[in-house]
């Protein structure tokens, strides 16, 4: 029976995980659930992984279990809920905590890279000119038209003509792809996971490139929440710094106690919650608060006011108190404890729901190696950095440059399914654009200028909140700074 469930899915294109085909064996009817869940996972591009699927089952158990529950009450009546004061309903689909098994051994590193391949490589070959890629170790002896899927593992230019040769590498060889200065490629970056459409001369160990290929994206049909709720995104506060913005962020506190805050439901915080302790050079002299316990106690104060309704999702960033090896796994007991009022902690990056509108969250260290990687980005412009990130399908493609990678045997840093909405922080910039149906966010930031950032000439844009209608997918930001 599980033989015929898998190839049941390998028939629709779909690549399933054990685990997957382990849980529907248990239903009644295992072939007929699959069949339901394919239908519904028609848009979804990827592996199929069993959080995946019990979302979806999980789902339309409790939804049904609603219907009956509303019709109970107002006597067959459609049942509409009252706006305002609305409880969100959280799910998390995707996230580390609680699964990291990595300990950083070789063989570990090896089936990070085998992963990151694995996942990205059926994406690739829905491209029609990726049908028939071969392993890079026959290349070799191949002439003509060729196509093959790797790893970037060096980019250098040549010295006379300045042609750029990028290394490719799978799992069983290597070869140097010339892009010629006189084509136009799109730039790659080191360790991503690309398609070739190239030639090849007979014994000539080098590949023309005529064609890079990046996961086709189409435009996304974006989930809505069938209440009325709205979420807010409050990244960087960076309590503990001495240029934390406290008169701003109570003056944010004291909206959200108003009639207007009180249709928020939800708070989502991608990460850099402190200002943290010892994070770069000489930050002491940079800290209002120097020990890293009380500056989540200055948190947990600062939060005390926000109405009870409200849902707080809290992921951690480079400067909060976790491993700075992403995949993070979310804040521990001895922070959390710090907090008496009810808090969703989660890993960074995560991948929740919100009333059915799937977010994906990512605090953005990445950016700090992406931006100098690609021509034509900056600090100022998140959302076009996140753009490349969509396109790579990865959260950081770069390995072990300025953002540490913890080579887990899953990559979590993939980004598997296309979330509603995709939000970031980390540049302390605040943006907000639809995206091919995605709404892509940069969520500002409560901490003013620092002197490192004067060095580096990054000016904040502090003390935005982007607000999302999940009812409607509307998206609006809110300035406390200039109020
Ligand atoms: O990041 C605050 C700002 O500083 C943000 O714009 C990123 C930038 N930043 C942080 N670390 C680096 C490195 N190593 N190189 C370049 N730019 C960086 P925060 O994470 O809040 O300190
Ligand atoms: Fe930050
Ligand atoms: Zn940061």
Redesign the pocket.
């Known amino acids: 029976m599980n033989n015929k469930i898998y190839n049941d899915f390998l028939e629709e294109g779909f690549l399933v995980q054990q685990d997957v085909i382990d849980y529907l064996s248990g239903f009644s009817d295992p072939r007929n659930k699959a069949q339901e869940i394919m239908k519904r996972l028609a848009n979804e591009d990827g592996v199929i992984t069993l959080t995946l699927v019990k979302d979806l089952t999980d789902h339309a158990a409790e939804e049904a279990q609603k219907k009956e529950l509303q019709k109970s009450k107002v006597g067959g009546e459609e049942y509409v809920e009252p706006e305002g004061l609305v409880n969100a309903d959280i799910n998390i689909i995707k996230d580390i905590t609680g699964c990291s098994t990595c300990r950083g051994t070789v063989e570990d590193f090896a089936n990070y890279f085998t992963s990151r391949f694995e996942m990205l490589k059926p994406l690739l070959k829905r491209d029609k000119e990726l049908k028939r890629t071969v392993q890079i170790s026959r290349l070799r002896k191949m002439e003509g038209d060729v196509s093959f899927i790797g790893m970037v593992t060096e980019i250098r230019t040549t010295k006379k003509k300045k042609h750029t040769i990028v290394e490719i590498e799978d799992r069983y060889g290597k070869i140097p792809v010339l892009l010629s200065k006189d084509k136009f490629f799109e730039p790659l970056l080191l360790d991503e996971v690309v398609g070739i459409v190239g030639r090849k001369q007979f014994r000539k160990d080098i590949v023309y490139c005529n064609k890079l290929i990046w996961p086709p994206m189409k435009k996304h049909n974006p989930s809505v929440s069938s209440t009325p709720m709205r979420v807010a995104f409050v990244s960087?506060m960076?309590v503990g710094s001495s240029t934390f913005l406290e008169r701003e962020w109570v003056r944010f506190v004291k909206w959200l106690n108003t009639a207007e805050g009180k249709k928020i439901g939800c708070i989502v915080m991608p990460g850099?919650l402190v200002d943290g302790i010892g994070?770069y050079p000489n930050q002491e002299e940079e800290l209002e608060i120097l020990d890293i316990y009380d500056q989540y106690s200055e948190v947990a104060r600062l939060i005390e006011d926000i109405p009870e309704h409200i849902k707080l999702v809290m992921a951690p960033?480079?400067?909060d108190a976790v491993r700075p090896a992403e995949p993070q796994p979310s804040l521990p007991p001895e922070i959390r404890e710090l907090f008496d009022r009810e808090i969703l902690f989660v890993g960074n990056p995560c991948t929740l729901k919100i009333n059915g509108v799937e977010i994906l969250l990512y605090h953005g260290?990445s950016?700090?190696d992406i931006i100098p990687g690609i021509p034509g980005l900056s600090?100022g412009n998140p959302l076009q950095t996140m753009k490349e990130i969509l396109k790579r399908r990865h959260l950081a493609p770069t390995y072990g440059n300025?953002t540490p990678l913890a080579p887990e045997s899953v990559d979590y840093m993939f980004i598997d399914r296309i979330p509603d909405i995709f939000v970031t922080g980390?540049?302390?910039y605040a943006a907000l654009e639809k995206y091919k149906g995605i709404t892509l966010i940069n969520a500002s930031t409560w901490e003013g200028q620092t002197s490192?950032?004067r060095k580096?000439s990054?000016d904040p844009v502090p003390c935005k909140v982007p607000i999302v209608d999940l009812a409607t997918g509307n998206a609006t930001m809110k300035d406390f700074l200039n109020t």
């Open positions: 960087d960076h850099d994070v960033g480079n400067h260290k950016f700090d600090y300025k980390h540049v302390h490192f950032q580096m990054i």
